[in-house]
């Protein structure tokens, strides 16, 4: 049975769920710097191990949405924090390029396992049609609050530990996720008639359907901008913003260097996103979801296009993060609740789990470029400028959404 009112004990354990797994995850691009100066690899080295842990994630991201529909949610959650445990543990001893890549899809399975489509499919179970996409954003808002410490907390330990020993920590602490697993007691499903339908008859019936093609194509960009921008923007901060002012505001609060700088700006980024998220998820109660998500692509379209034509400097890295960041995870309620709304919510999970496959895929493209192209050209202008493409594209392609809700084959 669905809670009439917001902050049910599902909705409080999905969250801590998730602040726990994106605080580890939103840390990755800290690590770009050390492990690559360590080993004397270039950085797409490493940013092809991120690459491939973005990959992973998208690809697991269906097949545990499945698992927790047709096993429970709490074992999905359980396996997706031990391979999450086990992929940093034995990342710890990898001394090549090729274990790091190899070790990173064990860790983008067990994001997938502790992530939204899990997660957001339960919270969703949970809530009321009129509290839904509150409930979506809140939970969505609590990956960005541990993004707000995560890549902080990783500078921070870095500073006393070597890596390795950093990913032992994070190991650990993913595991605490699990003593939320109580709270998350699975709520009634679906109706009767949702649950006679079968999963591949719903989903067969989702990919016959174009708008649920477009919704896929317009995540596309959201992961690319997400990857690239948590891979890559500390270090891309460290090397082309403007010096500190050692006299100035920010070194009175302790930002001295660009490192700081590009660390604290992811933070700020999901401290930022924690404010949007919530009220893209209100605004999705009252107003069309297909163009607010038009509307979060072209703000970013317009932020990001902005923000590389100006000089970067410690003021424009904190402006734009703070623009960025109340449209960072701005689109996932939204998306998420556009499938449940259109498909129903017995196979929400898998359903938001594809169309985050396509997240994952601009997420592969986005970390991977990234280095990729920083060692073609030493800077990131182009793959920058690819991102403020893409980020139209989205914009676009929602716009022809059928909101809509489909109950009979198309």
Same mark, same amino acid.
């Given at each position: 049975?669905?809670?009439?009112?917001?902050?049910?004990?599902?909705?409080?354990?999905?969250?801590?769920?998730?602040?726990?797994?994106?605080?580890?995850?939103?840390?990755?691009?800290?690590?770009?710097?050390?492990?690559?100066?360590?080993?004397?690899?270039?950085?797409?080295?490493?940013? *092809?191990?991120?690459?491939?842990?973005?990959?992973?994630?998208?690809?697991?991201?269906?097949?545990?949405?499945?698992?927790?529909?047709?096993?429970?949610?709490?074992?999905?959650?359980?396996?997706?924090?031990?391979?999450?445990?086990?992929?940093?543990v034995l990342s710890s001893f990898?001394? !090549?390029?090729?274990?790091?890549?190899?070790?990173?899809?064990?860790?983008?399975?067990?994001?997938?396992? !502790?992530?939204?489509?899990?997660?957001?499919?339960?919270?969703?179970?949970?809530?009321?049609?009129?509290?839904?996409?509150?409930?979506?954003?809140?939970?969505t808002a609590a990956g960005s609050?541990?993004?707000?410490?995560?890549?902080?907390?990783?500078?921070?330990?870095?500073?006393?530990?070597?890596?390795?020993?950093?990913?032992?920590?994070?190991?650990?602490?993913? *595991?605490?996720?699990?003593?939320?697993?109580?709270?998350?007691?699975?709520?009634?499903?679906?109706?009767?008639?949702?649950?006679?339908?079968?999963?591949?008859?719903?989903?067969?019936?989702?990919?016959?359907?174009?708008?649920?093609?477009?919704?896929?194509?317009?995540?596309?960009?959201?992961?690319?901008?997400?990857?690239?921008?948590?891979?890559?923007?500390?270090?891309?901060?460290?090397?082309?913003?403007?010096?500190?002012?050692?006299?100035?505001?920010?070194?009175?609060?302790?930002?001295?260097?660009?490192?700081?700088?590009?660390?604290?700006?992811?933070?700020?980024?999901?401290?930022?996103?924690?404010?949007?998220?919530?009220?893209?998820?209100?605004?999705?109660?009252?107003?069309?979801?297909?163009?607010?998500?038009?509307?979060?692509?072209?703000?970013?379209?317009?932020?990001?296009?902005?923000?590389?034509?100006?000089?970067?400097?410690?003021?424009?890295? *904190?402006?734009?993060?703070?623009?960025?960041?109340? *449209?960072?995870?701005?689109?996932?309620?939204?998306?998420?609740?556009?499938?449940?709304?259109?498909?129903?919510?017995?196979?929400?999970?898998?359903?938001?789990?594809?169309?985050?496959?396509?997240?994952?895929?601009?997420?592969?493209?986005?970390?991977?470029?990234?280095?990729?192209?920083?060692?073609?050209?030493?800077?990131?202008?182009?793959?920058?400028?690819?991102?403020?493409?893409?980020?139209?594209?989205?914009?676009?392609?929602?716009?022809?959404?059928?909101?809509?809700?489909?109950?009979?084959?198309?």
């Open positions: 049975m669905t809670q009439t009112r917001i902050l049910t004990p599902v909705l409080i354990g999905g969250a801590f769920i998730l602040m726990i797994g994106f605080s580890i995850r939103a840390s990755f691009g800290v690590f770009q710097i050390p492990i690559a100066s360590e080993f004397g690899w270039p950085r797409a080295e490493f940013s *092809l191990a991120i690459a491939i842990q973005n990959l992973a994630w998208g690809i697991g991201q269906p097949i545990f949405g499945a698992l927790a529909e047709r096993f429970g949610d709490r074992k999905a959650i359980i396996a997706g924090a031990l391979l999450y445990a086990l992929g940093l990898a001394i !090549t390029p090729l274990q790091h890549q190899l070790l990173e899809v064990l860790v983008g399975f067990g994001i997938a396992g !502790t992530g939204f489509g899990v997660i957001l499919a339960v919270v969703g179970r949970a809530s009321s049609d009129e509290n839904r996409s509150l409930s979506l954003g809140i939970a609050a541990g993004q707000v410490f995560g890549a902080p907390l990783a500078a921070a330990l870095l500073a006393y530990f070597p890596w390795q020993s950093v990913f032992v920590i994070f190991a650990a602490l993913i *595991l605490c996720a699990l003593f939320a697993l109580p709270l998350l007691r699975a709520p009634s499903l679906a109706s009767r008639s949702a649950l006679e339908e079968s999963m591949g008859s719903v989903v067969g019936r989702a990919f016959r359907d174009p708008s649920f093609l477009l919704i896929f194509l317009g995540f596309f960009s959201c992961g690319y901008q997400l990857g690239f921008i948590t891979a890559h923007f500390p270090a891309m901060v460290t090397e082309m913003c403007g010096a500190i002012d050692p006299t100035g505001l920010l070194a009175g609060l302790g930002i001295s260097s660009t490192t700081a700088l590009g660390a604290i700006s992811i933070s700020v980024i999901g401290l930022a996103n924690i404010a949007g998220t919530i009220y893209a998820g209100a605004l999705g109660k009252r107003f069309s979801k297909k163009y607010l998500l038009a509307g979060i692509y072209a703000a970013r379209t317009v932020v990001a296009a902005a923000f590389i034509i100006l000089p970067i400097t410690p003021a424009t890295v *904190l402006i734009f993060s703070v623009a960025m960041g109340a *449209l960072w995870l701005a689109t996932v309620p939204l998306t998420s609740g556009l499938v449940a709304h259109i498909y129903g919510l017995r196979y929400m999970g898998t359903l938001y789990g594809f169309v985050f496959l396509s997240h994952q895929i601009g997420s592969f493209l986005g970390v991977w470029l990234g280095g990729k192209l920083y060692d073609i050209y030493g800077d990131y202008t182009a793959v920058w400028w690819i991102g403020v493409a893409i980020g139209a594209f989205s914009a676009i392609v929602h716009l022809p959404v059928r909101e809509n809700r489909v109950s009979q084959p198309v």
